[in-house]
């Protein structure tokens, strides 16, 4: 039964946070300062509940309330982060970070690179942005605009 109610509670805390996050992007009303760093305070509070309740949820299950010894050192013992955190894991990290990130990049490149643009616009913006670079062409952008959307 606790179950049932934690799972819940949580469930309701990522998906009341995920529509704060989407109707902000949605709305163009709503991109202002304050909407922006609500968005982050609602990513942040996701964050929070993910790496508490799910742990939780498992050990009421399981009816378990070991921790692993990485997730111990981690916790009783912070200085020893070189115990967790190897050369080869930090290296393994970065690559992943990179690879995840570039390929990003050239996807909405790609993307772009089929798009028609007017010749004479300007993007009145200090940042060069995908939206911005989006409302400039004269193509249907909807791939664009989903691709945005899922990555």
Known sequence: MYFALFLTIYLITVL???LIILLIRLDSHLHTPMYFFL???AFTDISFSSVTAPKM???????SQSISYAGYVAIC??????????QSLCVLLIVVSWILSSA?????????????????????????????????SSSDTTINELVILAL
């Open 77 to 86: 013992h912070p200085l020893h982060y070189t115990t967790i955190m190897s």
């Open 57 to 63: 949820l498992m050990n009421m299950l399981t009816h």
């Open 104 to 136: 990003n990049a050239l996807v909405h490149t790609l993307l772009l690179a089929h798009l028609s643009h007017f010749r004479d616009n300007t993007i009145p913006h200090y940042f060069c942005d995908l939206s911005a670079l989006l409302k400039l």
């Open 39 to 41: 968005s982050h305070l």
């Open 16 to 18: 009341g946070n995920l």
